[in-house]
Nanobody, 121 residues
């Protein structure tokens, strides 16, 4: 009923930049928080950044000052601008969204399929 489509993952050198996008589509009544998470090989998925429908943001300490999250509510899209990338940022990045589906009274967390970000030293 709800799909999240990520794009923008790539391979870059350390110090470079990338911009990830995630568009939500389907039977969407409203979207509360949207966010980015990442999972490196052999590690658990971790929060990178979140943004509420009102625009309040939250960042992991490891990305503060380098990454910026933003959303366009008219397009149900969330972005992650990543600057000064480091090899330790290498991971699969997942988009998540807390969505109230049309006709339902509850909010469900949906995930995208993930996009690979690789940062070489």
């Amino acid at each position: 009923q709800v799909q999240l489509m990520e794009s923008g993952g790539d391979m870059v050198q350390a110090g470079g930049s990338l911009r990830l996008s995630c568009a939500a589509s389907g039977s969407i009544f409203s979207i509360n928080a949207m966010g980015w998470y990442r999972q490196a090989p052999g590690k658990q998925r971790e929060l990178v950044a979140t943004v509420t429908s009102a625009g309040s943001t939250n960042y992991a300490d490891s990305v503060k000052g380098r990454f910026t999250i933003a959303r366009d509510n008219t397009k149900n899209t969330v972005y992650l601008q990543m600057n000064s990338l480091k090899p330790e940022d290498t991971a699969v990045y997942y988009c998540g969204a807390a969505v109230m589906v049309t006709g339902r009274g509850t909010t469900t967390l949906y995930w995208g399929q993930g996009t690979q970000v690789t940062v070489s030293s």
